[in-house]
């Protein structure tokens, strides 16, 4: 534990662009308290580390190659998360609905636990097809691949056989702003 923990506080952004360090409030936490996405458990470090040097790569090339694309549906606003599937677990109880992702318009993305940013990344989205790649700035987090089913203020992730996502899917639901602890919204009345 204490050998994750210093690890997760020496990274750096990775080479894909990314100029973010990584938050003081993910600093020494495991990988699923700080992406809430996560689905690397049982992974080893070579592994995400192969995966990653792939997914930079393919992520400079959908960005160099691609006419920008009006996606202002998945810009507007950030994504609360609403439940989690992995495999035949799934999780819908008020730590996850703490969980929030947003996406800039320049291929950023950031994401944390209600008030706290957790971290963020590179993500490239294509309309026609409907798939976004997510590379994280934390070199402690595999890229992960989806398709992204949007419906109104509804956002599916449907995890795709690239990264080893494909026992996962998440809904997600569009929110003006980050989630607020009930505890909190309680003190403030």
Not at 9 to 26: D, F, N, Q, R, V
Not at 78 to 95: H, M, P, T, W
């Amino acid at each position: 534990m204490m050998f994750t923990s210093v690890l997760v506080y020496s990274c750096k952004p990775g080479s894909a662009g990314g100029e973010a360090s990584i938050p003081e409030a993910a600093l020494g936490k495991p990988v699923e308290e700080v992406y809430l996405l996560s689905n690397q458990k049982g992974l080893q470090d070579s592994t995400i580390q192969n995966q990653r040097v792939a997914a930079e790569k393919e992520l400079r090339q959908r960005i160099d190659t691609s006419a920008r694309q009006l996606v202002s549906v998945l810009e507007k606003d950030l994504y609360q998360i609403q439940a989690v599937l992995r495999g035949s677990e799934v999780v819908f109880d008020e730590k996850v609905k703490a969980g929030w992702i947003d996406f800039a318009p320049d291929n950023t993305y950031k994401y944390g636990v209600y008030a706290d940013q957790m971290g963020g990344g590179r993500y490239h989205f294509d309309a026609s097809g409907s798939l976004i790649l997510l590379v994280d700035y934390n070199q402690m987090i595999k890229p992960q691949e989806f398709q992204a089913l949007i419906n109104g203020d509804a956002l599916v992730l449907v995890g795709q056989d690239t990264y080893r996502d494909n026992n996962m899917q998440a809904k997600l639901n569009r929110m003006p702003e980050m989630p607020v602890s009930k505890q909190k919204s309680s003190d403030s009345q």
